[in-house]
């Protein structure tokens, strides 16, 4: 059984994270590994707030 990404199938969900890390540094860890493209809501970290990431993406 393969646990990755790609076979992880919600067809509703929009998914984000929301991290404490710096920002840019989890923006681009994503996208050196090419995972960026699965979270169409966002990558969220510091210098912006849990909170504020959340409520911007909120559906």
């Known amino acids: 059984m ?4 790609e076979n ?3 067809p ?3 998914w984000l994270i929301v991290s404490g ?3 840019q ?3 681009g860890v994503f996208a050196a590994r090419d ?3 699965y979270f169409e809501g966002g ?7 849990k909170m504020r990431g ?3 993406c909120r559906l």
């Open 21 to 23: 890390g710096d920002q």
């Open 35 to 37: 995972l960026a493209k």
């Open 8 to 10: 992880c199938h919600t």
């Open 2 to 5: 393969n646990n990755s990404v």
């Open 25 to 27: 540094e989890l923006r």
């Open 54 to 56: 959340a409520l911007c």
């Open 12 to 14: 509703r969900a929009n």
């Open 43 to 49: 990558i969220f970290g510091s210098p912006e707030t």
